[in-house]
């Protein structure tokens, strides 16, 4: 079987700022300490960075990247989903921040030819159980493949199956854990809608994760897990999170997709298996914001990793793009080369050199 290349981001943040500028912008009403309208993000934005204009079309957002994953011709396409779609206004109690898109903006995501939306993270039930029903039918409607969370915990936990090219599938597991500020109440229960949580990040959990991914797969098949972990900003990866990462891959997973973070962080080869320990951010409307300047959150990367069919890494490489005017646009050379040195850096207590390629995107050295 022919090797595959799977296109992976973080976390795709469509609400709030993003849609209020898309076709369909949604009740901006916000309930945060120092913003009560969504559209006060988009302001933000333009103050740093000039016009963004409104009702735009559906692929705004992705801007250059687009292009990008489309030249890559990727077998499939996953990401983070960290928003509500819905209209629903009931707002969870006792969070800061709270994420939604209209869903007649679903096509921001149908326009990225989106395979599958991870849902396990710490927004998709910032509008209540009623928000994440009408979340999971209207990706559903759109064609796009969910895992992570679900209206019981079976369907929380089971993956989203991408057919691939020559035969097999790709199974893609969702899991979020508590310290990604996932609240312990949105667990999904055996008739309760909610997300698939991680009850530790300890052997146990790692081996019963395994388990149900190697009951899942067949001849040809491959195995991601995706999960929401830790904290915003930071280059520390927790010991607890890299023997978790190291206990799945030795379980049967195939690749490791953590995101959280709202920059990218250390990735490593374990095993012959890729572990991104955080993917950054992708799409989020934190333009204008001050804070945290050192991290650089406006720049994002596209991972393209090319696995062989028995889940060996061949390749990786990452695009990288910066935010502006709330849409992806081609990072310049010095700014790729500041993430390739500071990943470099970052990766370095797990051997992983990165360096520029004759395109500039990242690619392991």
Same mark, same amino acid.
């Given at each position: 079987?022919e090797?595959?290349?799977?296109?992976?981001?973080?976390?795709?943040? $469509?609400g709030?700022?993003?849609?209020?500028?898309?076709?369909?912008?949604?009740?901006?009403a916000?309930?945060?300490?120092?913003?009560?309208?969504?559209?006060?993000?988009?302001?933000?934005?333009?103050?740093? +960075?000039?016009?963004?204009g409104r009702?735009?079309p559906?692929?705004?957002?992705?801007?250059?990247?687009?292009?990008?994953?489309d030249?890559?011709?990727?077998?499939?396409?996953?990401?983070?989903l960290?928003?509500?779609?819905? $209209?629903?206004?009931?707002f969870?109690?006792?969070?800061e921040?709270?994420?939604?898109?209209?869903?007649a903006?679903?096509?921001?995501?149908?326009?990225?030819? *989106?395979?599958?939306?991870?849902?396990? !993270? !710490?927004? *998709?039930?910032?509008?209540?159980?009623?928000g994440?029903?009408?979340?999971l039918?209207?990706l559903?409607g759109?064609?796009?493949?969910?895992?992570?969370?679900?209206a019981?915990r079976?369907?929380?936990?089971?993956?989203?199956?991408?057919?691939?090219?020559g035969?097999?599938?790709?199974?893609?597991f +969702?899991?979020?854990h508590?310290?990604?500020?996932?609240?312990?109440?949105?667990?999904?229960?055996?008739?309760?809608p909610?997300?698939?949580?991680?009850?530790?990040?300890?052997?146990?959990?790692?081996?019963e994760?395994?388990?149900?991914?190697?009951?899942?797969?067949?001849?040809g098949?491959?195995a991601?897990?995706?999960i929401h972990?830790?904290?915003?900003?930071?280059?520390?990866v927790?010991?607890s999170?890299?023997?978790?990462?190291?206990?799945l891959i030795e379980?049967? *997973?195939?690749l490791?997709?953590?995101? +959280?973070?709202h920059?990218?962080?250390?990735?490593?080869?374990?095993?012959?298996?890729?572990?991104?320990?955080?993917a950054?951010?992708?799409?989020?409307?934190?333009?204008?914001?001050?804070?945290?300047?050192?991290?650089?959150?406006?720049?994002?990367l596209a991972?393209?990793? $090319?696995l062989?069919?028995?889940? $060996?890494?061949?390749?990786?490489?990452?695009?990288?793009?910066?935010l502006r005017?709330?849409?992806a646009?081609r990072?310049?050379?010095?700014?790729?080369?500041?993430?390739?040195n500071?990943?470099?850096?970052?990766?370095?207590?797990f051997?992983?050199?990165?360096?520029?390629?004759?395109?500039?995107?990242?690619?392991?050295g």
């Open positions: 079987m090797p595959v290349r799977v296109f992976l981001c973080g976390d795709v943040m $469509t709030r700022g993003i849609d209020q500028v898309l076709g369909h912008p949604g009740d901006p916000l309930r945060e300490p120092a913003m009560d309208d969504a559209r006060d993000y988009v302001r933000l934005a333009e103050h740093r +960075s000039g016009p963004i009702r735009l559906d692929a705004a957002p992705w801007g250059e990247a687009l292009g990008a994953i030249e890559s011709a990727p077998a499939a396409r996953v990401i983070n960290e928003t509500s779609v819905t $209209t629903s206004g009931d969870w109690p006792g969070k921040v709270h994420y939604r898109m209209h869903p903006n679903v096509g921001c995501l149908a326009a990225a030819r *989106v395979d599958v939306c991870t849902l396990a !993270n !710490n927004h *998709v039930l910032d509008f209540g159980r009623t994440l029903l009408e979340t039918a209207t559903r759109a064609g796009i493949a969910t895992a992570g969370a679900g019981t079976a369907e929380a936990l089971a993956p989203a199956s991408v057919p691939l090219p035969g097999g599938r790709l199974h893609v +969702s899991v979020g508590a310290s990604s500020g996932i609240p312990q109440a949105w667990a999904a229960g055996a008739d309760l909610g997300v698939a949580l991680l009850p530790s990040l300890g052997d146990d959990a790692a081996e994760l395994g388990a149900r991914v190697r009951a899942a797969r067949g001849p098949d491959l991601i897990v995706s972990w830790g904290s915003n900003w930071g280059y520390d927790p010991v999170q890299v023997r978790f990462a190291h206990r379980a049967g *997973v195939d490791v997709h953590g995101h +959280s973070s920059h990218p962080r250390p990735l490593e080869v374990h095993r012959g298996r890729l572990v991104l320990y955080g950054g951010d992708f799409l989020d409307d934190y333009e204008g914001i001050s804070g945290h300047e050192a991290f650089r959150g406006d720049l994002v991972y393209f990793a $090319t062989a069919r028995d889940g $060996t890494l061949l390749d990786l490489r990452a695009a990288p793009f910066r005017r709330l849409r646009t990072a310049a050379e010095a700014d790729a080369r500041w993430l390739a500071r990943l470099t850096e970052a990766s370095a207590p051997g992983t050199r990165l360096r520029l390629d004759a395109h500039g995107r990242l690619a392991l």
